[in-house]
């Protein structure tokens, strides 16, 4: 069996096309506890005693002198915002409990519990002068980074992670929330802040796509059948997928991947070998960014993308025709992560209203799809579709105040070449936004938009806190 044609057909199964693109946006509208908690408390004591060496002695002097219960004055805390990428109920600015674990992580005993309390005990325990001030997933803060830092006139729309792990959280009206809220909020602006965890979109798997290699993954999975969106998504899984495939493939004799009769058949003249522990043989052993590195090798002969598949596969001497197949599945594996993450996106989108005349036409067909009307015959089709894309190039002039703002962060938008574009052909072909659509939403990197974002809601919350303080 022909390698490059074995691996045109496995790619063919990642593919996620336009019309599945708009079937998934209508659906979308180990250690114990105190050991993991004490952990990040020492952490925060390493940090204070680096970064804020004066205020950390002076409080901890101040502790030893004051004659109080509690030992100190309040105005002596740090604020601490706490970045907890994990679905939590959150009934308060710095109260949550812990609904479950994801992204690998399966420490029983805390869920359940309010993972600012098991903080705030273990930095107690160590008599550090910082207080738990704010819960913030990651995805929130993003968006309030990117609220922060964004151009223009309009206010920032949603926050979304593609990383490790995905998710996204966006501004919605409060008369739109259905759900029973607990806990105090502020209803006076009428919006409030929805953590979507839309990583486990479609568990059900009603529209998501899947392939065999899909199912081995969630299979041996420490989560199955829980997800679902984020295992075809995340940067987390993408490597993995990725070695799913070759493994597979591997143990199909008739396909000549990574193998030479002679040396003669290799254009490295040197027969190809896999390590006896290589990584490709090891569950969660291939990292993602082999990803990036493939398709961002257009050289001739390949030569970085077959370092990496040394380095990172552990495959030795592999063949021009053996780093072509890597980089055609993981390019097929990467553009459905890419228009998956669109799908989120134009979602929300269309949730929220924020386009005021939305399109309802389809994005134009994408150079490839040109191309294959012309192999075929379809002059007229590939003349017309040609027509579209160059009207659809020039652009129309988008007014400031129709702009959609989001804001994203993660490893993957950032560093996988042409992700946003991918993401934007997805938004394209969604009904209900279209090209003209798309030309309105705004896309910029929020660049540690957690941490940065955690931090401007803890100074929030402190202002409040003091703010109430004042009116007592």
């Known amino acids: 069996m022909a390698l490059s044609a074995e691996a045109e057909r496995i790619a063919a199964e990642f593919e996620f096309n336009d019309s599945n693109v708009n079937r998934a946006v209508l659906e979308f509208v180990a250690e114990m506890t105190q050991e993991l908690f004490s952990f990040l408390a020492k952490q925060i004591e390493l940090f204070l005693k680096e970064h804020h060496n004066d205020h950390f ?24 915002g706490f970045t907890f990428s994990f679905p939590v109920h959150q009934v308060g600015i710095n109260k949550g409990n812990l609904i479950r674990w994801t992204k690998g992580f399966g420490i029983a005993d805390a869920v359940g519990q309010d993972v600012c309390g098991m903080l705030q005990k273990e930095i107690d325990n160590l008599k550090l002068p910082v207080k738990v001030a704010a819960l913030v997933n990651d995805t929130v803060g993003t968006l309030m980074a990117r609220s922060y830092t964004s151009p223009g006139k309009t206010s920032t729309l949603l926050g979304a992670i593609f990383g490790t792990g995905t998710n996204g959280a966006y501004v919605e009206k409060l008369s739109k929330i259905t759900k029973d809220m607990e806990g105090e909020f502020d209803s006076s602006t009428g919006l409030m802040v929805v953590n979507t965890e839309w990583g486990s979109f479609d568990n059900g798997l009603k529209v998501l796509p899947n392939t065999k290699y899909d199912e081995i993954l969630d299979k041996d999975s420490i989560n199955p059948g829980i997800q679902m969106f984020e295992k075809r998504v995340s940067g987390m899984f993408l490597g993995e997928i990725l070695r799913t495939v070759l493994v597979e493939m591997l143990k199909n004799s008739s396909i000549s991947l990574f193998r030479d009769d002679t040396s003669a058949n290799n254009d490295y003249h040197s027969t190809t070998e896999i390590k006896r522990d290589a990584a490709i043989y090891k569950q969660w052993g291939v990292d993602s960014s082999i990803l990036s590195v493939a398709e961002a090798d257009n050289s001739s002969g390949l030569k970085t993308l077959r370092q990496f598949i040394e380095k990172d596969l552990g495959v030795l001497a592999a063949s021009l025709e053996d780093a072509q197949a890597v980089k055609t599945i993981a390019h097929a594996i990467a553009v459905r992560a890419a ?134």
């Open 57 to 80: 002695e002076a409080s901890i002097k101040r502790r030893q002198t004051i004659s109080s219960p509690e030992g100190y004055r309040d105005e002596n805390f740090f604020r601490l």
């Open 339 to 472: 228009r998956l993450a669109g799908v989120a996106l134009a979602g929300v989108v269309l949730q929220t209203g924020r386009l005021d005349k939305p399109g309802s036409e389809p994005g134009p067909k994408s150079a490839a799809a040109i191309a294959q009307d012309v192999k075929s015959g379809k002059l007229a089709e590939a003349a017309s579709a040609t027509a579209n894309k160059l009207a659809d190039t020039a652009g129309l002039a988008v007014n400031e105040d129709e702009i959609v703002d989001i804001g994203v962060d993660g490893s993957l938008v950032e560093f996988y070449p042409g992700f946003e574009d991918y993401m934007r052909e997805a938004i394209r072909a969604t009904e209900g936004i279209g090209a003209t659509g798309e030309r309105k939403i705004r896309i910029g990197i929020a660049k540690d938009g957690s941490g940065v974002g955690a931090a401007l809601i803890a100074l929030v919350a402190a202002q409040m806190e003091k703010s109430a303080s004042s009116t007592k």
